[in-house]
């Protein structure tokens, strides 16, 4: 049995908006990553540079269906683990987005590390929310051990 995170939440945007936000590298550089070896596109590699951390890692895109969903495989808590952000309609104006990532075993450094990632991705759809929204990138003032 695996340790799941899933998070979800309302984005007040087009679902065609809130998609190009994830797919599109220079967007999603404006909020999350600070670099992109290139866009998110089924069954290719790209890495993805965090500056403001000293990181970056590599994304095995596995799957993409317009404006409905995007999954890949990264090691970001140091073992593989796959996520599926999934994006459904509300209505024109308004959009859900759900995130799971999977990869953790039942014990407590799973638990730990799943944890870890629930943050994340929590972050990152707030960090998502307040650029489209404000144009603010919550990710500047950021750097390694600084919170």
Known sequence: MNVKV????????????????????????CYFISSSSGPIKENETVTWSFSDVGGQIAI??????DKESVSFEWAASGKPALVTVTLKAFDEQATSIEI???????????????????????DFICSMKAWLYCGINLRIGRSKGSY
């Open 6 to 29: 899933h998070v979800k939440d309302k984005v007040l945007k087009p679902i065609a908006e809130v998609y190009d936000t994830i797919i599109n590298p220079a967007k999603l550089s």
């Open 60 to 65: 095995a895109v596995k799957q993409v269906i």
């Open 100 to 122: 799971i990532e999977d990869g953790w075993p039942m014990d407590q450094t799973g638990v730990e590390s799943a944890l870890r990632q629930t943050h994340g991705w929590t």
